[in-house]
């Protein structure tokens, strides 16, 4: 998913393109293997995020109550 976005602090404005992007496989052992492109994958490794999955954290799942 991409999102163009406008970032304001103080006078100063700066656009840029925001994209994330997820995998429920390593995409580095993707690209080891030649099953995923490694420049697509450098492009999208800027910033990685790890989210465990929610059964490792029960504590942010609202009660369905």
Do not use: Q
Not at 12 to 36: Q, T, Y
Not at 56 to 62: F, G, K, N, T
Request: aromatic letters at 8%; charged letters at 20%; hydrophobic letters at 40%.
């Amino acid at each position: 998913m991409t999102r163009a976005t406008l970032l304001c602090i103080s006078n100063d404005c700066v656009s840029f393109k925001l994209c994330w992007a997820s995998s429920n496989v390593s995409c580095c052992v993707g690209v080891r293997e030649g099953s995923f492109r490694e420049d697509l994958y450098f492009r999208l490794h800027v910033v990685p995020i790890h989210l465990p999955p929610l059964s490792a954290r029960i504590e942010s799942v609202a009660d369905a109550e």
